[in-house]
């Protein structure tokens, strides 16, 4: 075996076959959610654009955590498909899910942000919003 194989997350074939049969499913719910997760950020977008008393902030929040979505669909789709095609190395696994960790972070710091500068200040609200 060379040493460029050794290096690959699918090493050998029960190896293969096992991060295919766990990871596979697993990416593939994790996109479907973080799309459903997407459409209902768009769908909230519309309705607080059709709201002319609601702040900026909160529409300027949910168009970031769009993209930030839209984001990770793309990473996991990228790690998908370096999976199916064999070069997916531990370096590349462990990269992508940084800069995913990142984006989900990113997502966390904003929901924070939008809620302290909501004009509601109940601590449900922060609450809610930081949990979303």
Request: with cysteine.
């Amino acid at each position: 075996m060379e040493k460029s194989e050794e290096n690959l997350l699918l090493g050998s074939k029960t190896n293969a076959q096992w991060i295919k049969r766990i990871l596979v499913p697993f990416w593939i719910c994790r996109i479907l959610l973080l799309v459903i997760m997407g459409v209902a950020q768009i769908a909230t977008v519309y309705w607080i654009s059709q709201e002319s008393d609601i702040r900026g902030i909160v529409l300027a929040s949910l168009v970031v955590i769009v993209l930030f979505v839209a984001l990770c669909v793309s990473v996991d789709a990228i790690s998908l498909i370096l999976l199916m095609r064999r070069s997916l190395t531990p370096e590349a696994f462990l990269v992508l899910q940084s800069i995913e960790t990142l984006l989900w972070t990113g997502v966390l710091a904003v929901q924070i942000m939008a809620a302290f500068k909501s004009t509601s200040r109940s601590f449900l609200t922060w609450f809610i919003s930081a949990i979303l």
